[in-house]
Every structure is written in structure tokens, then in C-alpha cells.
């Protein structure tokens, strides 16, 4: 690659992460603290895991952001059957905890996301095969837009545990059509210096046929 096609291409994707974190709804959302956006693939190559977490707010602004972004995903249909709940309430994040005996850190958190996919198409009541794909989507890109915002965020897993599912849908009075699909804790990360993981391998890329 030329130098210059090098910089257009870092160009495209700080103009990708500026609008992921202003919101892609045509109402703006714009971002008004005046921070340099990371660029998009420097966001996606240090997102990681976040399981703890220090104890501090997270302002509203910046989750208002990570829904914007959750909203910004693909969607089969357009069917757009994502719902998302905010939990800051300490009893009930530490209920969120034990219903997932790897959720543990959902404790310690200053709030979790919780996303839910809407098993039926609202306009025409049939069953929408697609909901855990795009609100995997969604939760991918509040992954991101955490790691965007010096956020750290780890997606535990409601679906496809019979059993969770049903402790988080009692715990949060989620109608029975809505389906979590998981707890996604957020705050500020305990360790800022934790790097992801190397999951790049060549092997698994397969010319023309597998
Ligand atoms: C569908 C799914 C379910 C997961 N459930 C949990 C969970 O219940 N508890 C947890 O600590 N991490 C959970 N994770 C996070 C994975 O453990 C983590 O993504 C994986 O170890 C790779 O690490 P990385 O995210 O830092 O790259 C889940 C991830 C996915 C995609």
C-alpha cells in the first residue's frame, strides 16, 4: 500500500469511530468533550475482556453512547429486536451475579447492560429466527464503543442457559416473547495496562475452499 492510500485508510476509520461514538441515528448524539477518537481498528484490536473494575461512575453520557453504538448494528429485516436494560442497582446486579456462576464480576460493577432480542416480528407477530444474531451484533459493538471510551466490558452469557435465562428474565420481569441474551457488566477498568489476547492465527484462513 502507497503512503498515501496508508493515511486515507486511517483517515476512513477515525471518521468510522467519530461517528460510532456520536451515534448513528440522524439526531446526532454528537460527541461535545472535544477527546480524539481512536480509530476503528485500533478499538477492535484492544478490546478485551474486562472483569474488574474500579470503583467509579460511569457517566450517563458516555452509557448513552454504548447503547448508540449497540443501536448502530446490522439487523436482519431491519427488524432492529434488540431491548436493552440498564442495571445500576447494587441488589440487583449482585442477583445478576449469582444467576451466572461466571458472573461474578457483575458485583463489582458500577452498572451491566443486559440485552434482549425479541423473539417475534412486531409487525407481523411470526417468529424472528435472526434476534441472538443481531443482538450479538449489538453486544459486540457495546464491547467496542466501551474500549472506544476507556471503558472496560465482558459479555456473559445468558443465552442459551435454560437456567440463567430464567433467573435474569425473574429478576428483571422480562415478558416472556423477550429473551436475554446476556449480562454485560461495565466501569472503568481496575487494570488499565491488561492487553487482550493474541487470537490471530493464519491457520484458520482458508483460500477459495475450506
Ligand atoms: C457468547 C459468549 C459468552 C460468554 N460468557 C462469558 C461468561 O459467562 N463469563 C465470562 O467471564 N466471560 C464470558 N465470555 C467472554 C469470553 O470468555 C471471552 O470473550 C474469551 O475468553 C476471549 O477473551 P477476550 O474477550 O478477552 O478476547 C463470553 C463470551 C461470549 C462471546
Not at 434482549?116 to 444474531?133: R, V
Request: glycine residues 6%.
Amino acid at each position: 500500500m502507497t503512503k498515501s492510500a496508508a493515511m486515507k485508510s486511517v483517515n476512513v476509520a477515525a471518521v468510522a469511530a467519530a461517528a460510532l461514538l456520536a451515534g448513528c441515528s440522524q439526531d446526532g448524539g454528537r460527541q461535545s468533550d472535544g477527546e480524539q477518537p481512536k480509530d476503528a481498528l485500533s478499538v477492535i484490536a484492544e478490546r478485551t475482556s474486562v472483569r474488574r473494575y474500579e470503583n467509579r461512575e460511569v457517566p450517563d453520557e458516555a452509557v448513552e453512547k454504548l447503547l448508540r453504538a449497540a443501536m448502530c448494528a446490522p439487523t436482519a429485516v431491519n427488524l432492529q429486536p434488540w431491548e436493552f436494560i440498564v442495571v445500576k442497582d447494587k441488589t440487583t446486579l449482585a442477583q445478576l451475579a449469582a444467576a451466572n456462576r461466571y458472573g461474578g464480576m457483575i458485583a463489582q460493577a458500577p452498572l451491566a447492560i443486559v440485552v434482549c432480542g425479541d423473539t417475534l416480528q412486531e409487525a407481523s407477530g411470526q417468529p424472528n429466527k435472526w434476534w441472538m444474531l443481531d443482538c450479538s451484533a449489538a453486544t459486540e459493538n457495546i464491547l467496542l464503543a466501551a474500549t472506544a471510551q476507556g471503558l472496560g466490558a465482558v459479555w456473559t452469557a445468558a443465552y442459551p442457559h435454560e437456567d440463567r435465562i430464567a433467573a435474569v428474565r425473574k429478576i428483571l420481569s422480562i415478558p416472556e416473547r423477550y429473551v436475554p441474551l446476556c449480562v454485560v457488566p461495565v466501569g472503568y477498568p481496575a487494570d488499565p495496562t491488561a492487553r487482550p489476547k493474541d487470537k490471530w492465527r493464519p491457520s484458520k484462513i482458508h483460500k477459495e475452499r475450506f
